[in-house]
């Protein structure tokens, strides 16, 4: 099955700075690639997605690339705010495999103002 | 877009009892739910993905008779965990998904969480 790992684990940034989160996966038949933010005992919400067709795509100070070959992607947030503070969690699924998501470990963002 | 709620949102329970937990789709027919748990400080780990009017799909590791699951109408699954012990403490998670397009990805709508402890 698809392994889907997240570094780091933990980011500090000053306000303003930019944040990278990486991903990796496993299973070359992935190709949908959502990006969630969670809250401290909230749902996670969907901030960003990609597919495999295209190589990255940005939405306002959140941006996503992917690199099929090496079978990694990432999430860069420009200009950090505070309200960037979350959790952030990977996720990887081939469409053959019903949708199922399999999740990155996740990386607590804090941002200090 | 679309909107699933989970009842409870808490609950506290003695060990021995079951726990029931309804994830309900507000605005759109889920075909597919599945639940999800999540440890403190952890990710989301999937338990189990049901389909409607079928049984369930259990991950590997997850119990089956432990976890029981049903997906009885396309706007309404259950998860009841039975006899809970407090290692099953948690906070579970559910997602909804519509009718699924040929070659494409629905989106996975989560619902707000449901916070079990088991004293």
């Known amino acids: 099955g698809e392994n889907v790992e997240q570094h780091p684990s933990t980011l500090s940034v000053q306000e303003g700075d930019s944040a990278v989160i990486k991903c990796t996966y496993s299973?070359?038949?992935?190709?949908?690639f959502p990006w969630y933010k969670q809250e401290l005992g909230k749902r996670p919400q969907l901030i960003i997605d990609?597919?495999?067709?295209?190589g990255e795509k940005k939405d306002q100070r959140i941006a996503v690339t992917l690199n099929k070959t090496a079978k990694h992607f990432s999430l860069h947030i420009t200009e950090t705010q505070p309200e960037d503070s979350a959790v952030y969690f990977c996720a990887a699924t081939p469409e053959a495999a019903g949708n199922k998501l399999t999740f990155g470990g996740g990386t607590r963002v804090l941002v200090k103002p | 877009g679309a909107v699933v709620s989970q009842h409870p949102s808490w609950v506290i329970c003695k060990s021995g009892t079951s726990v029931k937990i309804e994830c309900r789709s507000l605005d759109f027919q889920a075909t597919t739910m599945f639940w999800y748990r999540q440890f403190p400080k952890q990710s989301l780990m999937l338990m189990a993905t049901?389909?409607?009017?079928?049984?369930?799909?259990?991950e590997q590791g997850v119990e089956k008779d432990k976890f029981l699951i049903n997906h009885a109408s396309l706007t309404l699954s259950t998860l009841t965990v039975t006899s809970a012990h407090p290692e099953d403490s948690s906070f579970y998670i559910c997602?909804?998904?519509?009718?699924?397009?040929?070659?494409?990805?629905?989106?996975?709508?989560f619902g707000p969480g449901t916070r079990l402890t088991v004293l």
């Open positions: 997602s909804a998904r519509g009718m699924q397009l040929r070659g494409s990805y629905n989106e996975q709508f």
């Open positions: 990609i597919r495999s067709n295209v």
């Open positions: 299973d070359s038949a992935s190709n949908y």
């Open positions: 049901s389909n409607e009017g079928s049984k369930a799909t259990y």
